[in-house]
């Protein structure tokens, strides 16, 4: 990498950001926003031309997973909770998959990483100056994209897709509206602000996904091509 | 960081600290039992006891999962549980809250742990300190051999084998309560911890605590208000089935 890797703050116990030398990019984007599709796109793209991946993603942790879906279900955690147990989730993914990857030096794709964690819980009225330092734990990625999508568009794709649309995608805990259709519109505006308030100190690139997959995909492969060129 | 009622709430939060082994928990009890005999509203939360997040934790305990990181931020997510669910709505409604171990527990085995003590603290930000912290300060050979007595096995995280002190439980559990100890002690002053006397018998150190609790805090303000006095119509029928139950006895 041509910068040292850092931590965004306090970093973990006894890891050292220097023997992070792997690459880390991050992909964020609300549901529908071809997240997915496109990380698998790279995965494709970089293991085809022989470099070993790793993909992590949220609420996928050993530790508190299938305990944070239960809760979930219920509806019954506050904000503070609900955020540190999604702090939770994340330290553990981040210290037996992403930390032992970099170290090895593995390409990590993160579907999601801290940002779409942060923006939900500011959307709850947590503060930023809690959230960064609880997030102080994460290293700093090489590249991150953020692909957005008019929340107009994100309700026709997510209703193309599965002809519903997601409990907690549409902000329905926070009772904007009891119309989900409404609610999801209103959250998913209310996540792009929280988005462009955090880009504001994380300055992470923003991808407009409103373009076909193909066109999204030819300006991801672009920009890490580049970037793993200067290693 | 304030204190509840510099917060403004109408309850109040006492709260003890010390190792495991001080007698912390049997002080707390006692001064639940009097409080309930005075008729003040009053609730006990423990450590370590949201029932949310309780099977998340007993898994990373027993299969060794957690690193000092997670450690942290499990036992913040149990107390946010419970701080937002139980201790907030409870101290809005005016009631005298009593934890055995509140946020120092965290700052001082975290930060043993290797945690940095900035991190830690801003992640319990969001709670206000207690009105009363009442450390309960025995010879570390006391709490070690009251342990140590009453329950020969020691577990894991407990004995603190995660940090690779000794291969030795015991030895492991002495450095590691000594180092959790030192940071206790360090935190003495910034959060006015009224320090007691835990080699004390018991019943001299609950005399210490009552006078306490009742110096520091208006108690008659948190009483329950006596049951109203029932209406005269019911009082009748009242009469009525007792006097039924009497002509049972005699039938």
């Known amino acids: ?231 | 960081m304030k204190t509840f009622a510099e917060s403004h709430f109408p309850g109040r939060l006492i709260a003890v600290e010390g190792l495991d082994g001080s007698g912390k928990s049997t002080q707390i009890y006692l001064l639940k039992r009097w409080l309930e005999a005075e008729g003040i509203k009053v609730y006990f939360s423990e450590w370590n006891s949201s029932e949310l997040v309780k099977s998340a934790t007993s898994k990373g305990k027993k299969r060794e999962l957690l690193t000092p990181t997670t450690f942290s931020l499990i036992h913040a997510t149990d107390f946010a549980d419970r701080y937002e669910r139980h201790l907030v709505p409870l101290l809005r409604a005016g009631y005298i809250v009593l934890c055995d171990r509140y946020i120092f527990t965290a700052f001082a085995r975290d930060v043993t742990r290797g945690c940095p003590p900035d991190w830690v603290r801003g992640n319990y930000s969001f709670a206000c300190i207690p009105d009363l912290t009442m450390f309960f300060k025995a010879d570390l050979d006391v709490s070690l051999n009251r342990i140590l007595e009453g329950r020969p096995k020691l577990k894991f995280f407990e004995a603190g084998m995660d940090l690779r002190l000794s291969n030795d439980p015991y030895e492991s559990f002495k450095i590691f309560q000594g180092r959790i100890l030192d940071q206790y002690l360090a935190m003495t002053k910034e959060f006015s911890f009224v320090i007691i006397d835990a080699n004390q018998a018991v019943e001299k150190q609950q005399v210490i605590v009552r006078k306490l609790v009742s110096d520091r805090i208006d108690l008659k303000k948190f009483k329950r208000r006596s049951p109203l006095p029932l209406p005269p119509s019911i009082r009748v029928v009242r009469e009525e089935i007792e006097i039924e139950k009497e002509e049972d006895k005699v039938a």
């Open chain 1, 1 to 231: 990498m041509n910068k040292p890797r850092r931590f965004y703050g306090h970093g973990i116990p006894r890891v050292n950001s220097e023997d992070l030398r792997g690459t880390l990019i991050v992909v964020e984007g609300a549901d529908g926003s071809g997240r997915s599709t496109q990380i698998a796109e790279l995965v494709k793209w970089l293991e085809t031309s022989g470099r070993a991946t790793v993909q992590v993603g949220l609420k996928r942790s050993t530790l508190v997973s299938e305990e944070l879906e239960r809760a979930q279900e219920g509806n019954v955690l506050s904000r503070t909770t609900l955020a540190l147990f999604y702090a939770t989730d994340f330290a553990d993914q981040l210290e037996n998959l992403i930390l032992p990857a970099l170290k090895s030096g593995f390409i990590v794709l993160a579907d999601r990483y801290i940002y779409t964690l942060m923006a939900r819980d500011m959307v709850r009225g947590m503060n930023e100056v809690w959230l960064k330092n609880l997030y102080g734990i994460a290293p700093e990625p090489d590249a991150v994209f953020y692909l957005t999508v008019e929340p107009q568009e994100l309700v026709q794709r997510n209703l193309a897709k599965t002809a519903t649309l997601d409990y907690w995608e549409s902000g329905m805990d926070l009772g904007f509206s009891r119309d989900m259709f409404d609610s999801f519109l209103k959250y998913q505006t209310a996540m792009g602000e929280a988005f462009r308030e955090l880009q504001k100190s994380y300055h992470f690139e923003i991808i407009d996904a409103n373009r076909s997959i193909a066109s999204v995909t030819k300006e991801l492969h672009k920009k890490i091509g580049a970037l793993l060129e200067q290693d």
